[in-house]
């Protein structure tokens, strides 16, 4: 709470009535910030490729430490050779490891499908839950895969924090938390219920293609004005 008094001015706005206004200035400039964002791009959706909830599933347990890039090259064959929990969940691991090689860490990553694949199969008919507590209960599941599902398949709102959002949100000011909960929860408070699940994903696109780690692209950045991170550049407006 201390660190939102002394930076007030980072998020926009005075200190008049102390933290309520912080907290007002810094939900005004998410807002602004996404419609900027939306603005600059209407659609946006998931990159990694997928036909049903399950396959989802997969591909997002696959993408841990990877990229969706390199996901997309595995997956047409991996879902071709195994396109259901049953198959799976009764597959030979050498042989899905032979299959997901290219995207790291195959060994455990192989594991967690088929042990994944099993217990859907053991405690859910073979269907994808619908809540974050039973996803989560899922082998090779963690918090951020489990919000992936759960916005993109079954409408439910959720933030999902991975390393492009935390960079992102930190330079925009929108969180000072480098902890993934700590950030989905700043971004719930100054976000639309609503806009959770594509806000959080037009954060990741941003971060992914303008703000990146080492390189960000500020002269074709759309929300240059709103972003008092010291280390911008140039700017559309300039």
């Not at 400039?29 to 600059?40: F, G, S």
Request: some cysteine; aromatic content about 6%.
């Amino acid at each position: 709470m201390k660190g939102l008094w002394v930076h007030a001015h980072e998020y926009g706005g005075e200190i008049k009535g102390g933290i309520t206004d912080v907290n007002m200035a810094r939900k005004a400039r998410a807002r602004r910030i996404l419609r900027a964002l939306k603005a600059a791009g209407p659609t946006v959706h998931i990159e990694l490729a997928y036909a049903t909830p399950f396959q989802l599933l997969i591909a997002t347990i696959l993408s841990a430490q990877s990229t969706d890039a390199r996901v997309n090259q595995v997956t047409p064959a991996l879902f071709a050779r195994y396109p259901t929990p049953y198959e799976l969940a009764h597959a030979n691991q050498e042989t899905v490891e032979s299959l997901i090689r290219p995207v790291g860490l195959y060994q455990a990553k192989a594991r967690y499908l088929i042990t994944c694949s099993q217990r859907l199969l053991a405690d859910f008919h073979g269907e994808i839950p619908r809540t974050r507590e039973a996803l989560m209960a899922l082998p090779g599941v963690g918090r951020k895969t489990a919000n992936v599902l759960l916005g993109a398949c079954f409408g439910i709102p959720a933030v999902v924090v991975d390393t492009h959002v935390i960079r992102v949100a930190n330079r925009l000011a929108l969180t000072s938390s480098r902890t993934p909960i700590q950030i989905e929860h700043d971004l719930q408070a100054v976000l639309p219920r609503s806009d959770w699940t594509q806000g959080s994903q037009r954060l990741l696109l941003h971060g992914r293609y303008v703000c990146r780690a080492g390189h960000p692209a500020c002269a074709r950045c759309v929300i240059w004005e709103d972003c008092n991170w010291k280390g911008k550049w140039g700017g559309i407006s300039c």
